[in-house]
């Protein structure tokens, strides 16, 4: 499990966890396909890099975009830095096959926790990923079974070529 933690003037510092406290939650939302995007309404505005948001851009590739969406399948670190975007497991990735989709979670006030039940494109190798966005700016990764045979990018980004941190 990794833990963002929001440092003054809006930083960010990744922080190790340990043990992943991935758990299967959430309300399946029938977003089924691949290299796909879907706009979701936070239950709050979320506060990233000194800036508020109501609107997150889901994509099936593992990660969250904020101020449009964007469905790229083509993980990079430069790509990522270059993007306003929290990369759980950015690969090419699909939510299309059998029991797969990505499941939100507002059960919890003052937090949202986004699910990735996906599969690789090569090989449709398990994908199982979350990702909570809490109130107060913070963000917590975690991570399920499978999650083998991937190139993934993971960190995230205010999109500005210089406020951003890759995980570890």
């Known amino acids: 499990a990794l833990f963002w933690e929001v440092l003054p003037a809006s930083a960010y510092i990744e922080t190790d966890l340990g043990s992943s406290l991935f758990v299967e939650v959430g309300t399946g939302q029938g977003?089924?396909?691949?290299?796909?995007?879907?706009?979701?309404?936070?239950?709050?505005?979320?506060?990233?890099?000194?800036?508020?948001?109501?609107?997150?851009?889901?994509?099936?590739?593992?990660?969250?975009?904020?101020?449009?969406?964007?469905?790229?399948?083509?993980?990079?670190?430069?790509?990522l830095i270059a993007s306003t975007r929290?990369?759980?497991?950015?690969?090419?990735?699909?939510?299309?096959?059998?029991?797969?989709?990505?499941?939100?979670?507002?059960?919890?006030?003052?937090?949202?926790?986004?699910?990735?039940?996906?599969?690789?494109?090569?090989?449709?190798?398990?994908?199982?990923?979350s990702l909570t966005l809490y109130e107060d700016g913070r963000i917590r990764f975690h991570y399920g079974s499978g999650n083998t045979n991937l190139t993934?990018?993971?960190g995230i980004s205010a999109g500005d070529g210089v406020n951003y941190t890759l995980a570890s």
């Not at 396909?33 to 979701?40: G, I, K, L």
């Not at 994509?59 to 975009?65: D, E, G, I, P, T």
């Not at 939510?95 to 937090?111: A, L």
């Open 86 to 129: 929290i990369a759980v497991m950015w690969d090419d990735l699909k939510t299309n096959e059998t029991g797969n989709d990505i499941f939100i979670d507002e059960s919890v006030s003052g937090e949202v926790t986004i699910r990735w039940d996906a599969v690789t494109i090569s090989g449709s190798y398990p994908c199982n990923v």
């Open 31 to 79: 977003w089924h396909d691949d290299d796909a995007n879907w706009s979701y309404t936070l239950p709050f505005t979320f506060p990233f890099y000194g800036q508020d948001y109501d609107t997150a851009y889901v994509c099936s590739n593992a990660f969250v975009n904020f101020g449009s969406g964007d469905s790229d399948y083509t993980n990079s670190d430069a790509e």
């Open 152 to 154: 993934p990018t993971i």
